[in-house]
């Protein structure tokens, strides 16, 4: 499992851009239907909202091979 920290002061970042952070995606254009077509779970729920907020603590798992956990810094 991989961090992913948030930037200082930030509380929270969306799932889009975590998408674009992992190089998962290129653009944020392409995370609706990155979404659409890939399975992706927050905390072991589906999630299909780019703009999902991502906050301390919270598990992200891409397909079956990339998981994510977010900290702060």
Known sequence: ?????????EPYMTL???LKWTGTIHTGGEA????R???????DEREMRRGKKL???DHIKIGE????VIRQP
């Not at 499992?1 to 002061?9: A, E, F």
């Open 65 to 68: 091979e990339s998981e994510y």
């Open 37 to 43: 077509n890939t399975e992706v779970y927050v905390n």
């Open 55 to 57: 906050r301390q603590g």
């Open 16 to 18: 889009g851009q975590l």
């Open 1 to 9: 499992m991989k961090t992913v920290t948030l930037n200082q002061g």
């Open 32 to 35: 609706k239907f990155f979404l």
